[in-house]
């Protein structure tokens, strides 16, 4: 956080080089008056003042010509110091500054070489022109010291902003970077959810069609089975809702009341699903080979959606009378198979990655870790294939066991 004096410098650079630039000129003369005890004082006044105009009018461009204004600031200094006034920090104020300005608008390199050239500019005029008598420390060891003074401290204030800029510009990736997972994790939610909307009404849409379309059929021959098949359109729809209210509740806002806590459907609920194709005129045939695993929560729903969509499709497109379903289950895996005896072909099925409902199945298989196959039989009909691990490979343990 930068200081008053700081904003202030900043907001009105005009008036502070102005300040700069008078105050430095009165100690540039006052620093012209000052000698050795017994020494002459230099009678070049109006020459003095010119080069102290010279040399502190130029920090005005310090801003926009560093470079320059050092170098017209060292000559003037250095013919100062060839008239015989001592190099002290009053008669050095405009250089200084001028080299301080360098330092933190440049490089190292570019500031460490108008260094030694300000110095040795300013030493070689000290120590060839003064008059006999001053020490050499004050010709050679002051100015040096004096002259490094404002680069060290103008490389300190390069170094510290620039240490500022990188942390700034690493918090602003970071938040672009949260912003974007987060953005990649709403639209990953969106695509689970419409999953989750698709798999939903298409199957319990397509159902009721099939019940309402038996139903009409043997109204006049038997209107007794049309009573049955009613109450299982009945079932249909409520499930349907039942499943679109869980669905659509993952959209409520975090403080919505009443959330959804019905739990996700699995292959435990896989009779209920044959019973409603059954209703509809599919019957469907479970098979189960080996022995029932514990999956977690996201295989459980995946095999059940697969399951579900595939058996919609034969209800949908297939001129079938019965489906196929087969679960084998092995060590780290569980294998479904769907097939039917169908002789039309489904406009979802026309080939792999074809159709929102084998794109659907693919993507889910493959969001657990495991693999979707789906084609026409050799012997007609259609089959789908799905491979998934026990366990998601994100996970080392089962989240929520189940069992079908």
């Given at each position: 956080m930068s200081m008053p004096w700081q904003r202030y410098a900043e907001e009105h650079t005009r008036t502070v080089g102005t300040m700069a630039a008078v105050l430095l000129f009165a100690a540039f003369l006052f620093g012209s008056e000052i000698t050795m005890s017994g020494e002459d004082q230099p009678h070049a006044v109006g020459l003095t003042i010119a080069l102290a105009a010279v040399g502190c009018g130029a920090l005005f461009w310090q801003r926009t010509?560093?470079?320059?204004?050092?170098?017209?600031?060292?000559?003037?200094?250095?013919?100062?110091?060839?008239?015989?006034?001592?190099?002290?920090?009053?008669?050095?104020?405009?250089?200084?500054?001028?080299?301080?300005?360098?330092?933190?608008?440049?490089?190292?390199?570019?500031?460490?070489?108008?260094?030694?050239?300000?110095l040795a500019l300013v030493v070689s005029a000290?120590?060839?022109?003064?008059?006999?008598?001053?020490?050499?420390?004050?010709?050679?060891?002051?100015?040096a010291a004096w002259l490094l003074l404002p680069v060290v401290a103008g490389n300190a204030?390069?170094?510290?902003?620039?240490?500022?800029?990188?942390?700034?510009?690493?918090?602003?990736?970071?938040?672009?970077?949260?912003?974007?997972?987060?953005?990649?994790?709403?639209?990953?939610?969106?695509?689970?959810?419409?999953?989750?909307?698709?798999d939903v009404v298409a199957h319990h849409l397509a159902l009721a069609n099939a019940q309402a379309g038996t139903a009409a059929h043997l109204s006049r021959t038997d209107p007794d089975q049309v009573h049955g098949i009613l109450r299982g359109l009945a079932g249909t729809t409520g499930s349907a809702l039942r499943e679109l209210k869980a669905t659509v509740g993952l959209l409520r806002q975090t403080g919505d009341p009443d959330p959804p806590l019905a739990p996700n459907p699995g292959l435990g609920q896989l009779p209920k699903l044959t019973a409603a194709c059954a209703s509809a005129g599919l019957a469907v045939h479970v098979t189960v080979a080996g022995t029932p695993r514990p999956l977690t929560a996201g295989v459980d729903l995946t095999a059940y959606r697969i399951v579900q969509e595939a058996l919609?499709?034969?209800?949908?497109?297939?001129?079938?009378?019965?489906?196929?379903?087969?679960?084998?289950?092995?060590?780290?895996?569980?294998?479904?198979?769907?097939?039917?005896?169908?002789?039309v072909t489904a406009p979802a099925a026309t080939g792999p990655g074809h159709g929102f409902g084998l794109i659907g199945m693919r993507e889910r298989a493959q969001s657990v870790g495991g693999t979707f196959t789906a084609g026409h039989r050799d012997g007609g009909?259609?089959?789908?294939?799905?491979?998934?691990?026990l366990y998601h490979p994100s996970t080392t343990e089962p989240e929520e066991e189940r069992t079908p």
């Open positions: 010509r560093p470079r320059t204004v050092v170098a017209v600031s060292a000559a003037a200094t250095a013919a100062a110091a060839g008239l015989g006034h001592l190099p002290t920090p009053l008669l050095l104020g405009a250089l200084m500054l001028a080299l301080y300005r360098l330092a933190v608008d440049t490089d190292r390199p570019t500031a460490r070489r108008h260094y030694f050239g300000s000290a120590v060839v022109f003064a008059p006999v008598g001053i020490p050499w420390p004050l010709e050679t060891i002051g100015p204030v390069r170094l510290q902003g620039a240490y500022v800029e990188a942390v700034r510009a690493r918090a602003e990736y970071a938040e672009r970077s949260r912003e974007e997972e987060l953005r990649h994790r709403v639209a990953e939610e969106r695509m689970r959810i419409a999953r989750e909307l698709h919609t499709n034969v209800a949908k497109h297939a001129s079938a009378e019965a489906a196929y379903v087969r679960i084998g289950w092995s060590p780290d895996r569980l294998d479904l198979t769907i097939t039917d005896d169908g002789t009909g259609f089959e789908v294939t799905a491979r998934l691990p």
